[in-house]
């Protein structure tokens, strides 16, 4: 069955330092990958999306990087803040249809000062 | 843009009871709405996907009777947990998809609700 595996540690770093997270997958083929935020309490929000044939995707202190042949993803934090303190999750889907997207446990990131 | 909202954020209900939970998008039209079932520290579960206008397919293992789904248009979804029991209680998040916006690939997401079931 498809799985997708993020670390379930969290990950402490000092402000201002790069955070890099990982998302594995296995038996699955996606289209898209896409990262989320999530706060405690709160619904997800879209951060990226990558697609199956790009390798590196930007966005201000955002990066996200997609191996279809590692069948990982890691999704980096530049210059990090206490503000980027949340969950991260990672969620695949195919193409076409509806989108049905399939997400990890997501792994914790704590931005210290 | 592409805001979505549920409502009611939090309720808590007696066992036996039923709770209807909306999902609204507030600045665009969402012909595909989802909803989710999350435990604490756990991932999203997809629960059902529903489309305006026609009946929800729902993931296995979820029961379709015990959780109506109605998407009578293009801007509001409901769930209904019928006869809640506290096996029930989790965080219950809708998400929907803007094809309009020319963003199909992303969703959007609620800020969840919080069913307690006693």
């Known amino acids: 069955s498809q799985k997708i595996e993020q670390n379930s540690e969290a990950l402490n770093i000092q402000e201002g330092k790069t955070a890099t997270l990982t998302c594995n997958y296995t038996n699955y083929s996606p289209a898209y990958l896409q990262w989320y935020r999530q706060d405690p309490g709160r619904g997800p929000v879209f951060l990226l999306l990558?697609?199956?044939?790009?390798k590196e995707k930007r966005k201000e202190r955002l990066k996200v990087t997609f191996d279809t042949t590692l069948k990982q993803s890691l999704f980096h934090i530049t210059a990090s803040q206490p503000a980027d303190s949340a969950t991260y999750l990672c969620?695949?889907?195919?193409?076409?249809?509806?989108?049905?997207?399939?997400f990890g446990a997501g792994t914790r990131l704590a931005v210290h000062p | 843009g592409a805001v979505v909202s549920q409502h009611p954020s939090r309720v808590i209900c007696k066992s036996g009871t039923s709770v209807k939970i909306e999902c609204r998008s507030l600045d665009f039209q969402a012909t595909t709405m989802f909803w989710y079932r999350q435990f604490p520290k756990k991932s999203l579960m997809l629960m059902a996907t529903s489309n305006e206008g026609s009946k929800a397919t729902y993931e296995q293992g979820v029961e379709k009777d015990k959780f109506l789904i109605n998407h009578a248009s293009l801007t509001l979804s409901t769930l209904t947990v019928t006869s809640a029991h506290p096996e029930d209680s989790s965080f219950y998040i809708c998400?929907?998809?803007?094809?309009?916006?020319?963003?199909?690939?992303?969703?959007?997401f609620g800020p969840g609700t919080r069913l307690t079931v006693l």
């Open positions: 998400s929907a998809t803007s094809p309009a916006s020319g963003k199909m690939d992303t969703q959007y």
């Open positions: 969620a695949l889907s195919g193409s076409g249809g509806y989108n049905k997207l399939i």
């Open positions: 990558i697609r199956e044939n790009e």
